[in-house]
């Protein structure tokens, strides 16, 4: 049923806790995961050099290389097959537009589970995601305290 699970991740342990559910569905569907981490663009600094501005960004791009691939390892070392993917743009429309144009099956990452006033201020990639998303997701709400 599900052949490609994507994972997006930002680097904190409240995204890495979907791993959990999405190696489950991989390993039960026979699936592929694909780790996904979008970077947002540098904002544009008048005090800095274009070269300064594009040496971070490629330092920015190889710490998330190395992080989805630190990610990777043991979800490889359970025999599940792990892709990585790095992107660049607004994190909710980038990982609607890669799981559409990829054939993704389904969409695993968890959530702060916000409600209320900071849901509506805030936003989240989880709920834009839902609402832009055409593929299944499965959201988790974070298990333990989470700092806002």
């Not at 996904?36 to 600094?45: G, I, N």
């Not at 006033?117 to 593929?135: E, Y």
Request: glycine content about 6%; some cysteine; hydrophobic content about 45%.
């Amino acid at each position: 049923m599900y052949k490609r699970i994507v994972v997006p991740l930002d680097g904190s342990p409240l995204a890495e806790q979907a791993l959990t559910h999405a190696t489950a569905q991989a390993e039960r569907f026979e699936a592929e995961i694909i780790l996904l981490k979008v970077l947002e663009p540098l904002p544009e600094a008048t005090l800095t050099s274009p070269a300064s501005v594009q040496r971070a960004e490629q330092l920015s791009a190889q710490l998330a290389r190395d992080y989805l691939e630190r990610i990777a390892d043991p979800i490889r070392d359970e025999d599940i097959a792990v892709e990585i993917a790095l992107l660049e743009g607004k994190p909710y429309v980038e990982i609607v537009r890669f799981a559409a144009e990829t054939e993704i099956d389904m969409i695993v990452m968890s959530t702060r589970g916000h409600s209320g006033w900071s849901r509506w201020l805030l936003g989240s990639v989880p709920d834009r995601l839902v609402r832009g998303a055409t593929v299944p997701g499965l959201l988790g709400q974070c298990q333990e305290a989470c700092e806002d």
